[in-house]
C-alpha cells in the first residue's frame, strides 16, 4: 500500500532570501518532517498491510483448502464486508486515486452484511449441531483443520451482538461470554469491557438467569459507574429476585453460580424440527442403528447390470450401505478427472439452492437449504452424457425421463435439513455421486431408521424414493448435515418412475 507524496519546490526570491537567517537548516528540518510525516503514513498502514498480506498468501498458496476452515470463511465475509471499509475510509482522509479507484472495482465483488450475517450464521449452526463450545471456534480447534485461524474478542463481540440482534440470546450468551473471557486472560481489544458486560448481562437476564444477570451488572457499573442502562437494570433485576423470592417464600437468595457459562449451562430453545434431536446426533456419528445382524445382512459384489455390455469387461463395485431400505453405494463411480470437469462446468453456473413455497408454489432461498447448485445438460460436454449412461447402465433404469445432472456444492455451515424427494409424486429414486471428501461433517442422514453416510469421493450412493405400489416410501427423509471442515462436492440424478414400467414393474403392495 503507497501514498504518493507531492513535492512542490519553488523559486525563492532574492528578496525573501534576505529573510531568512538558516536556510540550510530550515531545509534540513522540511526533510525530518517530511520523513516524519512518512513514517507515521507508514505506521498507519503497516500492520494493515502485513496482516492483509500474511492471510492472503496463505488463501492464495490453498483456496479452497484455507475456506475450508469455517473460521476463515467467516473471517473472509467480515473482512471483505468491514474491515476494508476501514481501510478504505483511513486512505480516504488523504485520498490515493489509484487505490481508490481499485477499491470500486473490486467492491462490486466483496460479500456485503448479508453474506457476513450468513457467515456468522453457519459458524453458531456448526456449534449446535457438532456440540463445540465457543472456545473450540475461537482457537481453531475443530477436527481435520489444514490451517490454524482463530477469533478475536472483537470478533466474539460481532457474533454476539449478531444473535443478540436477532433475538437470539442463547447464542449471544455463548459468545459474549467468550469475548469476555478472551479479554479477562488479557487480549486487547477494540471493544470497550462494558459493552461486552451489557450485552452479556441481559442475555444472560432473557435465558431466565436473574443472579447472574445480576452480578455482571454489578461489574458493569463498577467499571462504568455513569453507564445509561447499568443502573437501571441492576434496579429492575433485583426487583425481579425480591419478587421471585417473596413467592418462594425466602429471605435471602442463593449465590451467584460462580461457574463459567459453557455450551450446557442454558438449554437451547427448541424449533420448528422435531427430529431436531435424533437428527444432529446422526450428523456427530451417534445413535446410528447398524446392529451386528443388520451389518451380516450387507454385502459386496460387482455389478455387471445384467450383462450390460458396458459393464461386462469392467464391472461395477457395489456395496450394502443399509439392508432395509435398500441403501447401496458404488465404487469407482467417477474419476478425478470426470469430477475435475464436471466442477468446471458447474462453477459458473452456480446460485444459491433453493426450494418450492407450499403457500405459493414458487421456488425461494431457505434458511433450511444452504448450499449452490447448477444443472448440467448432455450438450454441455460428453462427459455429462457418459455419466447420465453410467447411472443407467449400474441402476438398470431409463434416465430418459430423469432430471438433468444437479451439481451442488455445500460450503462451510452447508446443509440441508431432513426432507422428503417425492413431494412430486413421480420422483423414483436418487443417485447421488460425491465428487469430494469432506474432512468434517458433511454426512447424509436419515432419522426415522438411524442410519449415516459420510462422503466418499468418486463413490455413489442409490436408494429408491418411492415403493413399487407408487406410494412414497416416507422412511427416506433424509438430510444433508453441515459441512464443518471442507466443502462437499455432490452430483445429484431424480430418476422418475415415468419411463420405468418395464425396468421396474409397478406393484400392489408396499414393498421395496
Request: glycine letters at 6%; aromatic letters at 10%.
Amino acid at each position: 500500500i503507497c501514498r504518493w507524496i507531492v513535492l512542490e519546490y519553488y523559486v525563492i526570491s532574492d528578496a525573501v532570501k534576505g529573510q531568512m537567517t538558516d536556510p540550510e537548516r530550515e531545509e534540513r528540518e522540511l526533510v525530518q518532517s517530511l520523513k516524519e510525516y512518512i513514517e507515521a503514513e507508514e505506521l498507519k498502514l503497516e500492520s494493515w498491510a502485513n496482516k492483509l498480506d500474511m492471510l492472503t498468501r496463505a488463501s492464495t498458496s490453498d483456496p479452497e483448502g484455507f475456506l475450508a476452515h469455517p473460521v476463515n470463511a467467516y473471517k473472509l465475509m467480515k473482512r471483505l464486508n468491514t474491515e476494508w471499509s476501514e481501510l478504505e475510509s483511513l486512505v480516504l482522509q488523504d485520498p490515493s486515486d489509484g487505490f481508490i479507484s481499485n477499491m470500486s472495482v473490486h467492491r462490486q465483488y466483496f460479500p456485503d452484511e448479508e453474506d457476513e450475517k450468513g457467515a456468522a450464521k453457519a459458524l453458531m449452526r456448526l456449534q449446535d449441531t457438532y456440540k463445540l463450545d465457543s472456545e473450540s471456534f475461537s482457537k481453531g480447534k475443530l477436527p481435520g483443520v489444514r490451517y490454524n485461524a482463530q477469533l478475536t474478542v472483537d470478533d466474539c463481540f460481532d457474533m454476539g451482538k449478531l444473535a443478540y440482534n436477532e433475538n437470539d440470546y442463547y447464542h449471544s450468551v455463548l459468545w459474549m461470554q467468550q469475548a469476555l473471557r478472551q479479554m479477562d486472560s488479557g487480549e486487547d481489544a477494540k471493544t470497550p469491557k462494558a459493552d461486552i458486560l451489557d450485552y452479556l448481562s441481559y442475555s444472560v437476564y432473557q435465558m431466565g438467569d436473574l443472579s447472574r444477570a445480576i452480578e455482571l451488572t454489578r461489574r458493569l457499573v463498577a467499571i462504568d459507574p455513569s453507564h445509561q442502562r447499568a443502573g437501571g437494570n441492576l434496579h429492575y433485576f433485583e426487583r425481579l429476585l425480591s419478587k421471585e423470592l417473596r413467592d418462594l417464600g425466602r429471605s435471602q437468595q442463593e449465590p451467584a453460580d460462580e461457574r463459567p457459562i459453557q455450551l450446557d449451562t442454558y438449554e437451547r430453545p427448541k424449533d420448528y424440527l422435531p427430529e431436531r434431536e435424533v437428527y444432529e446426533a446422526l450428523c456427530r456419528g451417534e445413535g446410528v442403528k447398524m446392529t451386528s445382524k443388520r451389518r451380516s445382512r450387507l454385502l459386496c459384489r460387482y455389478q455387471d447390470g445384467n450383462r450390460n455390455p458396458r459393464l461386462l469387461l469392467k464391472p461395477m463395485k457395489e456395496e450394502d450401505e443399509w439392508d432395509s431400505p435398500h441403501i447401496v453405494r458404488f465404487l469407482e463411480a467417477l474419476s478425478d478427472e470426470e469430477i475435475k470437469k464436471i466442477k468446471e462446468l458447474a462453477k459458473p453456473k452456480l446460485s444459491r439452492a433453493t426450494v418450492r413455497d407450499p403457500n405459493t408454489g414458487v421456488l425461494t432461498v431457505a434458511h433450511y437449504r444452504v448450499s449452490k447448485s447448477a444443472w448440467l445438460e448432455e450438450e454441455d460436454d460428453p462427459v455429462i452424457a457418459r455419466v447420465n449412461q453410467r447411472i443407467e447402465d449400474v441402476t438398470g433404469l431409463s434416465v430418459n425421463t430423469a432430471e438433468l445432472l444437479q451439481v451442488a456444492n455445500y460450503g462451510v455451515g452447508g446443509q440441508y435439513e431432513p426432507h422428503y424427494d417425492f413431494s412430486r409424486l413421480d420422483v423414483e429414486n436418487l443417485s447421488s455421486l460425491q465428487m469430494s471428501d469432506v474432512e468434517a461433517g458433511g454426512a447424509t442422514v436419515f432419522p426415522d431408521f438411524g442410519a449415516a453416510f459420510w462422503p466418499r469421493k468418486g463413490t455413489a450412493v442409490f436408494w429408491y424414493n418411492l415403493f413399487k405400489s407408487g406410494e412414497g416410501d416416507y422412511r427416506t427423509r433424509h438430510a444433508a448435515c453441515p459441512v464443518l471442515v471442507g466443502s462437499k462436492w455432490v452430483s445429484n440424478k431424480w430418476i422418475h418412475e415415468r419411463g420405468q414400467e418395464f425396468r421396474r414393474p409397478c406393484g400392489l403392495t408396499e414393498e421395496d
